[in-house]
């Protein structure tokens, strides 16, 4: 009767169960006084160029860098701390306007008063803005003022009124808000007003006014909200249990939604035509709403009365912690079913079946309170199977059915359950596997026979069935558990969830040992090594999107699986509390998507819903910066140093350090508003090293004993998801050497070594040249010297010469007079023979006195004067008796020459005394022919008469042969005679050189 009054319950539980909806918890943070704030109420909210987001409060105006706070107050320059508004314009200056000291602006390096003297009276400054040509615009309690140049000028097309708000459209339109007299558009010239009384406008209070793209404006006013689109004023349906809220301002995130601040009503969102309101139960600290803005990233920050600053980001996790009368519940199960529902389960044993948000939770249930439910299983059929810490409980129509160990389970806590191809049920329980069959369970023997614990349990699009234990992975076949060879040399125990995609590869959990996949080419194994940021995985689910979603003990990781598959590459985003993740930690297997794609976590906290439309990666790199540069790791005050400063960082310009300067420490700071704690730097310094530092969470580093040279600090910044800024921040400065080693000590030092090489260069020459002209002179008197020697010496042997000739020459003379005495030819003929040879040496000396050359003698004219002296003394002439000479141009020393001389004399005299008898005509040649530098061949040759028959100069009594053969061997050669058309002698002999 029990079960059936249960079934019913279940059945018609949407009809007697109030249905209520989710409180949706965002993803808030918050800072307060003590995270440095200096005071709780935020006035205005802008940020900055740099990524610095100004926060204004009654204790002075703070700049956030999403860590720390730097407060400003009136010793730095401000006018008042109380600040209405604050402003960004084009030119990067932050404009503050208060209540009761006018405007001030900062340009970065100081704060500078607006007041009177520019042109702007009031001191209650309610807006500032700027239109689209740069010209800024400033709502006061005496008018509207704009910027002309650097003066101020009032607004005069408006009535005189105290304004609060002033924006501009894109056609060139001003509209002006005002306290009490509603709104003013100033158009072509043409004023137009809109009151409560004359237009639907809510209050003539207006309290702020915001533009949008398509020249839509929207108009917060005391009493709530309006809108102006194609010059047509509505006032949109707000949710009805906001009565005329106080707009206090607006702001457009990056999805392109409007987000309005309401005085003491929290939040309204404005997306899709429609509002979503936003309370503490959505997870605001306070109702109280003052001021709004959107930093660069998207990030929503919220200003409030006396709760601090708030941040809204990761719009794409919503968490449901609050179900009714349960506060942060741990749901341990949850799973889809056939209908587009959701089934939840947790550890106290309470169970909801959810359509659109809306959640029945069953009040009356058939198990004990206090029993965990880890998974739920719903069949088309209208069974429901849910696996507990107290066995297995079967729904049915009309019946519920209780399985305990008495039914056969190996044990009470079960874990899960999956179907075979058969139908049949099999379930994965604390002590091994069980097989569901005729009502009964049957254990499935373990492995070894060692009784182990079965995780999980998972049937693949093949229809195999996978088992995950402590032990190991298993297959189940033929009603036995079998070690897969897919898996053969792959070890992973404790295996908690299996996972498949769409190309069929499964996903093997292993707590503190990674992830096992499997594919059509084998296994692999991702851990630490490769890349995994953390092994202890407890749950894995592959999503409709091809994303494998791992859940470990400390964030959910979301892997993209057509990177794991086809490059073996972890890529990945990881999900924690800074990414939005506030579910601290999922459980065993309780991850499921729905048929509109939301992926759903049950984690220790609740529910946590993911939207995968909105989550967008942050592509805004971080603003690095260099906050502070350093000697010696202490802080220095670097115009005291000496040095120019940067106005804007402080940090030091053109720096150049001594020597013993060489120790420095840089700090540097990227803001990242959406996750400034995943922030992480690289650095090199250029000059001393070139590699980039590994990526690091540190915001410091140091380098000592830097040595002398210039150097470049470059810093990257990487923001929350991974972006790297594209070019990094430098700082250049230089490290000067010792005097000894700078340019122009080495250059005077080079320059005094020149100067010294030269001069001693320039000593040397001098001395030299002195030797050299002292040696010349020396040389030129001992030239002078051996010249005239010379000339001495050749005197000498021309006079000796000339004295030889002349004697030969008077041996000649009494030769010619002694043979005038004699009467028998014979002896005439000697005495002609003696005179012709002693006239061969005289004819020598005399062309040796008469020539420069008086070591060497010319042959050929030597040999021409001894024929003629032959020819005048026989009285033969060269008409009867023609004279060839054919020689080559040579000089011989005296004794060859006097030695050929007469071997000439003796031959040329023969020729002219036997060879043409009785006046007979003929020839006589002479020939010198040079074979090498040391052997010649003389040739006499005449057509005469020849020699005898029987001619043997050997045998030859004749004083002139004899002679002539004695002659030849002085000269190492011979002389041999022939008859051939004359005689031909011929002498082969050697000349030394």
Same mark, same amino acid.
């Given at each position: ?155 005069? =097309? ?32 043409? =004023? ?313 590869? =499964? ?43 791992? $859940? ?88 005291? @140093? ?74 990257? $910044? ?67 010297? @051996? ?71 010319? =042959? ?134």
């Amino acid at each position: 009767m029990y079960c059936i009054r249960f079934f019913v319950t279940l059945s018609i539980c949407l009809l007697l169960i109030a249905r209520v909806t989710l409180a949706q918890q965002y993803n808030f943070r918050n800072w307060t006084l003590e995270q440095g704030l200096p005071q709780s109420q935020i006035t205005a909210l802008v940020q900055d160029h740099q990524g610095f987001l100004w926060v204004a409060t009654r204790g002075g105006l703070s700049r956030f860098d999403g860590i720390n706070f730097r407060t400003y107050t009136k010793k730095d320059g401000l006018a008042s701390h109380n600040i209405t508004r604050l402003y960004k314009d084009s030119r990067k200056q932050v404009w503050i306007g208060t209540s009761d000291a006018g405007m001030v602006v900062y340009n970065g390096t100081r704060f500078k008063r607006i007041a009177a003297a520019q042109g702007l009276p009031a001191n209650q400054i309610n807006d500032i803005s700027e239109d689209s040509l740069g010209q800024l615009w400033v709502a006061t309690d005496k008018g509207i003022y704009y910027r002309s140049g650097n003066q101020f000028q009032k607004y005069s =097309l408006l009535p005189e009124n105290t304004y609060t708000s002033v924006r501009h459209i894109k056609d060139g339109a001003v509209w002006a808000g005002t306290r009490e007299n509603g709104l003013y558009e100033v158009h072509n010239g043409q =004023l137009r007003h809109y009151t409560s009384e004359n237009s639907k406008l809510p209050g003539n209070y207006i309290t702020a006014l915001s533009t949008v793209r398509d020249n839509t404006m929207w108009i917060g006013t005391d009493k709530g909200l309006a809108r102006v689109a194609e010059d047509s004023l509505t006032v949109p349906s707000i949710p009805a249990n906001l009565s005329a809220p106080t707009v206090t301002s607006f702001t457009h995130d990056k999805q392109g939604n409007l987000w309005i601040g309401l005085l003491r009503d929290g939040l309204l969102k404005y997306k899709d035509k429609a509002f979503v309101h936003v309370t503490r139960r959505n997870g605001l600290r306070t109702p109280r709403i003052t001021a709004l803005t959107t930093d660069t990233e998207g990030t929503l920050w919220i200003g409030t009365n006396g709760y601090g600053l708030q941040q809204y980001k990761s719009p794409w996790f919503v968490h449901y912690f609050d179900f009714e009368s349960m506060s942060e519940p741990r749901v341990t199960a949850i799973t889809p079913d056939s209908n587009g529902g959701m089934w939840l389960g947790t550890d106290e044993g309470e169970m909801a079946s959810m359509q659109k948000l809306r959640p029945d939770w069953h009040s009356e249930l058939p198990w004990p309170k206090g029993t965990t439910i880890y998974s739920i299983c719903p069949k088309s059929n209208g069974e429901t199977w849910v696996c507990s810490s107290n066995g297995v409980w079967l729904i049915k129509p009309g019946a519920t059915q209780h399985y305990t160990t008495t039914h056969g389970l190996p044990s009470a806590e079960v874990f899960q359950t999956a179907s075979d191809a058969s139908g049949d049920m099999w379930f994965a329980t604390a002590s091994g596997l069980a097989h569901f069959r005729n009502n009964t369970f049957v254990p499935v023997p373990n492995p070894g026979g060692v009784e182990t614990k079965a995780n999980c349990i998972f049937r693949d699009s093949k229809s195999r069935i996978w088992v995950g234990t402590q032990d190991g992975i298993y297959n189940l076949k033929a009603g036995k558990l079998l070690s897969p060879p897919e898996l053969k040399g792959a070890t992973l125990t404790e295996v908690g969830s299996i996972a498949e995609d769409n190309k069929g590869n =499964l996903y093997f959990s292993g707590f503190n040992q990674g992830i096992l996949m499997l594919h059509e080419k084998g296994t692999k194994l991702f851990t630490a090594s490769e890349g995994l940021p953390n092994e202890a995985v407890k749950s894995l689910f592959v999503d409709k999107q091809d994303n494998l979603w791992v $859940a470990t003990s400390r964030d959910v990781l979301k892997l993209s699986l057509p990177q794991l598959r086809d490059k073996g590459r972890l890529t990945y985003r990881s999900y924690a509390s800074q990414n939005g993740f506030r579910g601290l930690e999922v459980c065993e297997n309780a991850m499921a998507q729905s048929t509109d794609g939301t992926i759903w976590f049950g984690t220790t906290k609740g529910l946590t819903q993911y939207l995968p439309a909105l989550d967008q990666r942050n592509t805004i790199y971080p603003k690095a910066m260099l906050t502070e540069v350093m000697l010696f790791s202490k802080p220095t005050d670097w115009k005291a @140093l000496g040095y120019t400063t940067d106005s804007t960082t402080g940090l030091p310009k053109n720096l150049l350090l001594p020597h013993t300067q060489n120790y420095l420490s840089f700090d540097f700071h990227a803001i990242c508003m959406s996750g400034p704690e995943q922030v992480r730097y690289k650095y090199r310094l250029l000059g001393f090293d070139e590699q980039w530092s590994p990526a690091a969470e540190q915001s410091f580093t140091t380098y000592a004993n830097l040595s002398p040279g210039d150097y470049t600090f470059e810093l990257l $910044a990487r923001n929350n998801d991974g972006v790297w800024a594209a070019a990094p921040v430098t700082f250049a400065f230089s490290i000067v050497p010792p005097i000894w080693r700078r340019e122009w000590f080495i250059g005077v030092l080079l320059l005094v070594f020149a100067v010294t090489v030269l001069s001693v260069v320039r000593l040397r020459e001098r001395s030299l040249v002195q030797m050299n002209s002292l040696l010349e002179m020396r040389v030129h008197h001992r030239t002078r010297l @051996l010249e005239r020697k010379n000339r001495e010496k050749e005197m000498l042997l021309q006079e000796i010469h000339h004295r030889v000739k002349n004697n030969l020459q008077i041996v000649i003379s009494m030769l010619n007079l002694q043979a005038r005495h004699l009467q028998d030819p014979r002896a005439v003929d000697v005495m002609q023979a003696i005179r012709s040879r002693v006239r061969s040496m005289s004819i020598l000396h005399e062309r040796l006195y008469q020539h420069s050359d008086l070591d060497r003698i010319d =042959l050929e004219e030597y040999f021409e004067e001894i024929c003629e002296s032959l020819y005048a003394a026989y009285g033969v002439s060269t008409k009867r008796i023609a004279l060839t000479i054919d020689m080559p141009q040579i000089k011989v020393n005296i004794d060859s020459a006097i030695t050929l001389g007469l071997i000439v004399n003796e031959l040329v005299s023969n020729t002219l005394k036997y060879a043409f008898p009785d006046g007979r005509h003929g020839q006589l040649r002479i020939e010198l022919a040079k074979h090498d530098e040391v052997q010649f061949t003389l040739k006499v040759i005449d057509n005469g008469r020849g020699l005898p028959e029987g001619f043997d100069p050997l045998l030859s009594p004749s004083f002139g042969l004899k002679l002539v053969t004695s002659l030849s061997r002085k000269l190492e050669g011979n002389i041999k005679f022939l008859n051939k058309n004359g005689t031909q002698s011929i002498l082969y002999f050697v000349l030394a050189p």
